[in-house]
């Protein structure tokens, strides 16, 4: 993982925002953001996306889950934008394929 986030504080912050910790980190990508693809220990697949704050991102969490309400094939949102160190971690659900 990156310098600033190791897979303590990673799978801390699952446990506290998605009520699981980290399993596997199964990859890694960005451009903008800093994206985990993660296994929590319950199974669950999830993308965790860590970037700096922007209050746009609060927005864009409402649009994205409204979208995937109305059965638009997109992730869902899981959490909104919450602290991880000096950035803010959003996570979604893995998409099959990509």
């Not at 991102?57 to 602290?83: D, H, K, N």
Request: proline share 7%; charged share 25%; aromatic share 8%.
């Amino acid at each position: 993982m990156s310098a600033d986030f190791d897979d303590r504080a990673v799978s801390d912050w699952c446990l506290e925002h998605l009520g699981c910790p980290v399993a596997e980190h199964t990859f890694t990508a960005g451009n903008l953001s800093v994206v985990y693809g993660l296994r929590l220990a319950d199974g669950r697949e999830v993308v965790l996306k860590i970037r700096d704050d922007d209050a746009r991102l609060v927005a864009c969490t409402w649009v994205q889950r409204r979208m995937w309400q109305v059965g638009f094939p997109c992730p869902e949102p899981l959490t909104g934008p919450l602290p991880l160190g000096r950035k803010v971690a959003g996570a979604e659900t893995l998409l099959p394929g990509g």
